[in-house]
C-alpha cells in the first residue's frame, strides 16, 4: 500500500498554473502582442519576459501528500525561519509551538492544509506590510487565519501572513469546510509568510534553516 496519496484530483496539463494567475498571463500576453504588432520589437521582448516570469510564479505543481496518522505538513514552500515555543498569542489558546515559513518571490505561492480537520473559522486583519522575514510581520501585517481542529480534538492555526510586496492573500476555505492534509487552500501573491501554531507537546521534525515543500515536507506529529 502506498505511503501517499493525492489531496485534490492531480492537474491534466504538464505545467498546471493557480487559477489566480490568468488575468496577469492574458494581460501580460496581450500588452506583448501589442508590442509586437507595433513593430516594437524591445517593449515586446521585455513584455514576453514579464509574461514568462508570471506563468512561472503563478505555478502550482502536484504534491504528494504523506498518509501516516498523526503528520503535520508545511503548508508553504520556502525557508523555516523560526521555530520556538510560545506561552500566549491571539491565534491559539494556551502555550504552544510556532513554526514560520518565509516565500522568497522564488518559491510557489501555492498554500495547503497541513493537516486533516474542519475547519473551526477564519479570521481576516487588515494591517501594514512589513516585509514578511521580520518577527514584527506576524504582529502588525495583513493577514489570514485558519482555525483547523481533527477527529482527535488537536487543534491547528495556521496564518497567511502579507509581506513587503505582497498585496493580495487569497483563501479558498471557509467555516465548516472539511479539509484534507495537503489540499490546496489559496495563496498568497509575490513574497510572504505563513506561521503555524501548534500544541506545546508537538513533536517538531525541522528545524530553522530547513527547506520545506507545500504537502511533501513534515514539519512534525501530534504526541
Known amino acids: 500500500m502506498s505511503e501517499y496519496n493525492w489531496p485534490d484530483?492531480?492537474?491534466?496539463?504538464?505545467?498546471?498554473?493557480?487559477?489566480?494567475?490568468?488575468?496577469?498571463?492574458?494581460?501580460?500576453?496581450?500588452?506583448?502582442?501589442?508590442?509586437?504588432?507595433?513593430?516594437?520589437?524591445?517593449?515586446?521582448?521585455?513584455?514576453?519576459?514579464?509574461?514568462?516570469?508570471?506563468?512561472?510564479?503563478?505555478?502550482?505543481?502536484?504534491?504528494?501528500?504523506?498518509?501516516?496518522?498523526?503528520?503535520?505538513?508545511?503548508?508553504?514552500?520556502?525557508?523555516?525561519?523560526?521555530?520556538?515555543?510560545?506561552?500566549?498569542?491571539?491565534?491559539?489558546?494556551?502555550?504552544?509551538?510556532k513554526i514560520s515559513i518565509f516565500m522568497s518571490i522564488f518559491n510557489v505561492h501555492v498554500n495547503r492544509a497541513p493537516s486533516d480537520g474542519k475547519v473551526m473559522e477564519v479570521r481576516y486583519r487588515p494591517g501594514k506590510f512589513f516585509a514578511a522575514s521580520k518577527d514584527k510581520a506576524s504582529l502588525e501585517n495583513e493577514q489570514n487565519a485558519v482555525f483547523l481542529e481533527d477527529e482527535s480534538g488537536q487543534k491547528i492555526c495556521f496564518v497567511q501572513v502579507a509581506g513587503l510586496v505582497a498585496r493580495r492573500i487569497i483563501c479558498r476555505v471557509q467555516a465548516g469546510d472539511e479539509l484534507k492534509r495537503g489540499q490546496r487552500i489559496g495563496m498568497i501573491c509575490f513574497g510572504s509568510r505563513l506561521d503555524v501554531y501548534l500544541p506545546p507537546d508537538f513533536a517538531t521534525m525541522v528545524?530553522?534553516?530547513?527547506?520545506?515543500?507545500?504537502?511533501?515536507?513534515?514539519?512534525?506529529?501530534?504526541?
Open 207 to 223: 528545524q530553522k534553516g530547513d527547506r520545506v515543500q507545500a504537502g511533501a515536507s513534515v514539519l512534525g506529529a501530534f504526541q
Open 9 to 97: 484530483p492531480p492537474s491534466r496539463t504538464a505545467f498546471p498554473i493557480a487559477q489566480p494567475g490568468y488575468p496577469l498571463i492574458g494581460a501580460a500576453a496581450f500588452v506583448t502582442a501589442v508590442f509586437a504588432l507595433l513593430g516594437m520589437k524591445i517593449p515586446a521582448l521585455a513584455a514576453l519576459v514579464v509574461t514568462f516570469f508570471i506563468c512561472w510564479f503563478f505555478r502550482d505543481p502536484d504534491r504528494m501528500v504523506p498518509k501516516k496518522p498523526g503528520l503535520v505538513v508545511s503548508p508553504a514552500d520556502g525557508k523555516v525561519i523560526k521555530v520556538e515555543p510560545f506561552e500566549k498569542s491571539d491565534m491559539y489558546s494556551g502555550p504552544g509551538v
